[in-house]
């Protein structure tokens, strides 16, 4: 699976922002889709994911009532949703792609170039 993120970009504090998730290749369907970040400096983490059939979803504490994780198997495309963002949630946002998988893991198989969020104050 090779996966392809958009959707970042410069918003202001209080916005909204949906980031998207193309995956290319082998079945879309069989993958649990992951959204992690990163800030220069620190370690990448894990915001959450989705199940293979998108009924099931986990987020962590810091980000969880903010951000929403989906999918459309139809279009081969995970979402993550994120509103009412603030400034600490700049970063590049990454989706990655597991087999199978538990929703809970850090350990992803596929992983996509990365999509920039800068939250200004």
């Known amino acids: 699976v090779q996966l392809q993120a958009s959707g970042g970009g410069l918003v202001q504090t209080g916005a909204s922002l949906r980031l998207s998730c193309v995956a290319f290749g082998r079945r879309f369907d069989s993958h649990t889709v992951g959204w992690f970040r990163q800030v220069p400096g620190k370690d990448r983490e894990l915001l959450g994911a989705v199940s293979l059939s998108g009924m ?19 279009k081969n495309t995970a979402y993550l949703t994120m509103n009412d963002l603030k400034p600490e949630d700049t ?31």
Do not use: H, P
Not at 56 to 74: C, E, L, M, P, W
């Open 56 to 74: 099931n979803t986990y987020y962590v504490d810091s980000v969880k009532g903010r951000f929403t994780i989906s999918r459309d198997n139809a």
């Open 91 to 121: 970063a590049v946002y990454y989706c990655a792609a597991q087999w199978g998988g538990r929703l809970e893991s850090t350990v992803y198989d596929y992983w996509g170039q990365g999509t920039l969020v800068t939250v200004s104050s």
